[in-house]
């Protein structure tokens, strides 16, 4: 099995090229952090230094330095959009019964759901507080949409766990909600604070929403292939929670009839799935095959998408993370 896989706490993208403005994006953070009453301080702040890539102020940055020039505006997008994350992971976390992120206690294993839960509810408030500085109900807006596809998509996939009609179209508008509407509204957005046309802007929008799905399948396969002691993160709680994802329905798909009845039992009774004997079911190394080709078909989408933007480095590194990311995929082949 495939457990070589760059650890998800990593440096999953090469994103040394803005450095410097990532860094402005930890400071402005840390700002937010302050602005929290004493007695909530110091928990969000373990939050904020638990939540690693910041790979959505990345692409707002990277794509206003490819549009012309990074401004203060890409770098106050990029730190919404990370604060609205870190909301997300917070919640999932709960959901999830996860221990361990970024190989560190996560909030609700040190401090208990019910705290967690306002944890992730002061940071969501707090990133749409944020948003008004803007002045731009446009940008407001679509700040808020963003916000509200993530929540909508943690809904779906909470009400569709263990169910056995679950389809790929229901995974694809469930990711695309969950984890592509932020990498979609950074990079579009970005365009849109950098001046340029709507229809261009939306191009950009695209390689986020595609970039974004192809990571969530990564992260998906990563949590079949991984190891915990390399990934730093709790895994296999897709299977233990029911959660169906691209690999699992290819499975489903492709295994013998028997076999699909008998996962297909599983999943309706609400049993867990567990890793030896999903390894024991015909098909199984195919279906994270097919998922990661599936992945790359996106990636290789996103590189057209980048048309808008003219040759520059910081375009260059916009191309550079696809390929980056395809690197990951094709590791967790069996």
Excluded at 35 to 46: C, L, Q, V
Aim: hydrophobic fraction near 40%.
């Amino acid at each position: 099995m495939a457990t070589n896989a760059t650890p998800s706490g990593g440096n999953l993208f090469p994103f040394e090229l803005v450095r410097p403005h990532l860094e402005r994006v930890e400071v402005q953070i840390r700002e937010q952090v302050r602005g929290f009453d004493s007695a909530i301080e110091p928990y969000i702040a373990y939050v904020c230094n638990t939540s690693g890539k910041r790979i959505r102020p990345a692409l707002s940055i990277l794509i206003g330095g490819a549009a012309g020039g990074v401004n203060d505006d890409h770098i106050k997008l990029g730190v919404i959009f990370e604060l609205i994350h870190m909301a997300t992971l917070v919640h999932d976390d709960i959901i999830d019964d996860a221990v361990t992120r970024r190989m560190v206690p996560t909030a609700n294993a040190k401090w208990g759901d019910s705290l967690a839960v306002l944890l992730g509810d002061a940071l969501f408030s707090h990133a749409l507080t944020l948003a008004t500085d803007f002045n731009s109900i446009e940008i407001c807006r679509k700040v808020g949409k963003a916000a509200r596809e993530v929540c909508q998509g943690e809904i779906i996939q909470t009400q569709r766990r263990f169910d056995p009609t679950f389809t790929k179209d229901d995974y694809f508008k469930v990711i695309g909600m969950k984890t592509g509407a932020l990498f979609a509204a950074s990079s579009g957005l970005a365009g849109t604070l950098s001046g340029m046309s709507a229809a261009d802007a939306d191009r950009l929008y695209d390689y986020g929403m595609r970039l974004g799905t192809a990571y969530q399948i990564y992260d998906d396969c990563l949590d079949l292939v991984g190891s915990e002691e390399v990934v730093g993160k709790t895994l296999r709680t897709d299977l233990v929670k029911g959660k169906l994802t691209l690999p699992i329905l290819n499975l489903l798909e492709t295994a013998s009839e028997s076999q699909r009845a008998m996962l297909a039992q599983r999943i309706s009774d609400h049993e867990s799935l567990d890793l030896p004997e999903l390894l024991g079911v015909d098909g199984y190394d195919a279906s994270i095959e097919s998922a990661v080709e599936i992945a790359l078909d996106l990636l290789e989408c996103c590189r057209a998408d980048l048309a808008p933007l003219g040759n520059s480095e910081y375009r260059d590194a916009l191309v550079d993370i696809t390929r980056f990311l395809g690197d990951l995929l094709e590791k967790c082949r069996r």
